[in-house]
């Protein structure tokens, strides 16, 4: 006997994404729940963690190492130190042992960087010069978008703050003297115009916070591709919640920015400020690079004075969740060197899948470009839900008023797609590619 | 020797007409690209065995037919025919073998074997009226044309096919009327006992006759051409007709117009053309103003081409006119590059109809997008666009620039309008490309097919034509130069001359500064 369905505590959501909000009240993802979009997403989450395992420990080398170096010719060529690094949150002597990845660099990328595309074992600076590499481009993107939308989610957020203060002068003042000291010519100008010197120093502790959020990112995509080729997850929603159970566990993780010359570390950002990896990297990095960034040159005119440009910054619209992907291809533009890295490290499924569709081989960085943005909306889903769980009440609670709240939450959050360049419309269906 | 330019197509046709039904439309194709490739081959070898030197006619045949009726079965080339019929040949060629690729049409060629029927009767119909030397022969395949042009327009036309299809057929048969006329008054009245183009002497005819012939002549070439106000049929049958139709009907049928007006206006009244000249600058700077402004106007880029295809005639009147030895070479190179041009546009307008399912220019964007556009379809209409457009490197150039330099001494003013007409047509390709081309590619509709290596094989020919025929000019001009330089001679009279004095200088010598002014020309009565 069928017993009726319990009358929702509640009445439905008029909000234009109704169906998206009532999904995400039932424990669900922006993205619909389909294998086909499993598959895809968890596909890609595998390609994107490759790269992101050259992305972080690049990031943190120039942070740390390569610093203010005035001609950074060489600083996408990593030293074996950091190419070998242990990860904070991989391999047996891991921080936190809760994902299974290896703690150095992941045998894949460690072929990549021997060989490039060309599958030839070259001298590096030759495949650097070919540009046959790690689209480190990329990464440097993200962390200027970061850089340039500082200020997010602040007073939750104080490392933009932070980066204001006279401690935080004090501190970079005595890293920029030792790096450039016997270097007159650089102290000269750094006499001259320190405000630039120091606004470097801050892009460097920017290089830093978005490695260390990388740095646990790579092995969470990993082990999800791990997870998805046994057989686990079951749906969209299960993918989700794995990343939504992830930002609780690093939650805490610090923020930090550390410098070193010679054989002295200086504290930039000292661990003991207390920047944690939820607030003072992650979610200004969703922020920053999901939603917001900037237009990309040569995709489209932009003329800010026919208000084309939102004059507000927090208004900026040009992230992946609103990117037209068509562009990929065209032109240097960061989306392109993302899929471009992409690319060299798909499991063999997606690439047989992007082969049935389209024009198979031609256009794979397109559609590898939107499979991205689609994965890209469940991992914002998981932190929409994520929010909601810190800030606000269960799916399942029982009180009207609490749903309520969530209700409201949850149309705030998909009020920033009503816009039409958003593509959450475009994820709901299978024929976006 | 001229013979095989008729009868392999005429013969290929009834053959692939009447061939067994279980033949599949694959194997068709090939057999029509093999028949169609027997002429162009034979064309090839023929332009081996010209003689550049002799300006008269060439590799004559001569089988008597009906001898009372004057009609018989004459061929012979020149200068001005050969490039015309390699050209035709070319077209077909390339039409056949493109057609069922997939690249111009989205489905499969519907009824292949009438289609390769007719167009290689098309073939056969040009090479026999560019070749012919006896009046009602031309007429003969003249007329034949008509035929399968009409059945190609209301078989594997568009929306509006019946209509155009019709329009064209009345227009076409009144054309057909006019030169008949003109035909039987020019035998009848200079008292010849044959049509044959070699016996026809008109000196005796009083002026005012002769006039009234040439005008029967020009209104009747100049609707095929055709002339503006006579134009009205185009637009109507170019954009109807599918590309393979359209490719024929500007490349190939239009000359027919420009041709027929050469050899039997200018060629049997080369005095009485040069009194009708003015007006005839006049009526072509009209055209190519006209042509540019109005394809400025369009938002269908097929429509737009149409357009331009009217203007771009009008140089080759503009360098009938003008009637100086370069402005002659002109005409000719002009007759040849308009069609190689004018049948890539056409081709690559089809292309992107047939994938991306529109010629809407509002519609259309960003196709040389690498990825998901058309990036080599795209690249290639540039190139169109600039041949067209007269850009150095490419024959559109040298064609045009032999006109202006030929004319301007002539016909100052309809000159310089043609050159602003030029200027015009950088505009709208300007527009069409900027608004097909560039610009950002729409994310929910472009899925569009890929086009093969196999479809841009015809538009790859085409252009690499037209760019070593751009940068070997003389590849163009030296089958016509000998012959246009022989009808220049034939006009008695020197004609006016721009009040600059500047001379045309051609490779055979110098035209004489003229001085008397076309009403003061008198009549020999």
Known sequence: MNLPAPKPLISPSQHP???????LEAGGSMLPDTPENLMQIIGIYKAYAVPMDFYWRDLLYIGEKVFLDPLPI??????DEYLQRHNHYAGDDADLRIWRGRANVHPELEEFIKKGELNRNLPTWMHHFWHDRVNMEFAEACMRAMLWHRHMYAPVNKFDAYLDSDEYKANADRAIRAYFKGNPAMLGLYKLFPDMFLEQCRQASYYANLGLFWEVMAPVFFEMSDIYDEGGFKGVPDAMNFLVNGIFAVAGRPIYHHVYIGDECYEIIPKSKGFTWL?????????????????????????????????????????????????VGTAGIPPTLLAQDMLHFLPPYLKEYYQKHCRGEDDMLNQLAITFQRSMYNVTSAVIQALRQALLYPLDDPNPKHLMANRKFFEAQMDRFLRPEARLRDVQTADYR | ?????????????????????????KWLRYGAIAIASLPLLWVLFLFTQFDLTQSGMQMQEYLPWIQTLGINYSLATDGLSLPL???SNLLVFLVVFGTDGGAISKEPLKRPRLFYALVLLISAGMAGALLAQNLLLFFLFYELELIPFYLLIVVWGGQKRDYAGMKFLIYTAVSGVLILAAFLAIVWLSGSGSFDYGEIALDDL??????????LLLVGFGIKIPLIPLHTWLPDAYVEASTPTAILLGGVLAKLGTYGLTRFGVGLFPETWSLVTPGVALIAAMCVMYGALAAIAQKDIKRMVAYSSIGHMGYVMLGLAAFTPLSMVGAVSQMVSHGLILALLFYIVGVIEAKVGTRELDVLNGLLNPIRGLPLTSSLLVLAGMASAGIPGMVGFVSEFLVFQGSFPVFPLPTLLCVVGTGLTAVYFVIM?????????????????????????????????????GLQPGWLVRWSESTT?????????????????????????????????PDLVTSPN
Not at chain 1, 74 to 79: A, E, L, N, Q, T
Not at chain 2, 441 to 456: G, H, M
Not at chain 2, 509 to 517: F, K, Q, R
Request: aromatic share 10%; net charge positive.
């Open chain 1, 279 to 327: 607030y003072e990297a992650a979610l200004p990095y969703v922020e920053a690079v999901f939603y917001r960034t900037a237009p990309f040159r040569g995709t489209k005119s932009y003329n800010a004075q026919a208000k084309q440009v939102p004059e507000d910054q927090q208004d900026f619209h040009y992230g992946v969740l609103y990117a037209d992907k068509f562009p």
């Open chain 2, 1 to 25: 020797m001229l013979s095989p330019l008729i009868w392999l197509p005429l013969v290929g046709a009834i053959a692939l007409g009447f061939a067994p039904g279980s033949l599949t439309s």
């Open chain 2, 485 to 517: 330089a022989a009808l220049v001679a034939q006009a008695p009279v020197e004609r006016p001359l721009a009040q600059t004095g500047a001379q045309a200088v051609v490779g055979h010598g110098t035209m004489a500064p003229l001085a008397i002014a």
């Open chain 2, 206 to 215: 009083p002026q005012r006759t002769q006039l009234i012939l040439l005008t």
């Open chain 1, 74 to 79: 060489f600083k996408y060529v990593i030293s």
């Open chain 1, 17 to 23: 994404h109704a169906e998206i909000i009532h999904r």
């Open chain 2, 433 to 469: 490309l900027n608004r097909t081309c560039f610009g950002r590619l729409d994310a929910k509709t472009a899925y569009y097919p890929r086009v093969s290596l196999k479809e841009q094989l015809p538009a790859l020919g085409l252009t690499a034509l037209i760019i070593w025929l």
């Open chain 2, 85 to 87: 019929v390699g050209l």
